[in-house]
């Protein structure tokens, strides 16, 4: 069994950067790809960024590519998203999930594990 807390939500303005994190209790974390989702009000959970566990590989979503970057640390069981150049679209919960069957796109059904949420408000 896995457990994920956030952290590192808020608000922001356009232009702005924040970290978020992930924090996972549970012995096989580093056995994992993780990855972080974000649901808008009344739009669907959609995928934002995965990171393999087996060689640190990373995906984005097209609308945050090179913009955000996801990262691990095994030692730390934690998994982290870096958001830079936030924009007033970004805005909605965040939610770190785990065990992700692949990092490419997964769907939010195919996730083993999710976080509560954490708020991401970018104001314009």
């Known amino acids: 069994q896995v457990q994920l807390v956030e952290s590192g939500g808020g608000l922001v303005q356009a232009g702005g950067s924040l970290r978020l994190s992930c924090a996972a209790s549970g012995r096989t974390f580093s056995t994992y790809s993780m990855g972080w989702f974000r649901q808008a009000p009344g739009k669907e959970r959609e995928f934002v960024a995965g990171?393999?566990?087996?060689?640190?590989?990373?995906y984005y979503a097209d609308s945050v590519r090179g913009r955000f970057t996801i990262s691990r640390d095994n030692a730390k069981n934690t998994v982290y998203l870096q958001m830079n150049s936030l924009k007033p679209e970004d805005t909605a919960v965040y939610y770190c999930?785990?065990?992700?069957?692949?990092?490419?796109?997964?769907?939010?059904?195919?996730?083993?594990?999710w976080g509560q949420g954490t708020q991401v408000t970018v104001s314009s």
């Open positions: 999930a785990g065990q992700l069957p692949y990092i490419r796109n997964p769907l939010p059904r195919n996730v083993g594990y």
């Open positions: 990171i393999s566990w087996t060689d640190g590989t990373t």
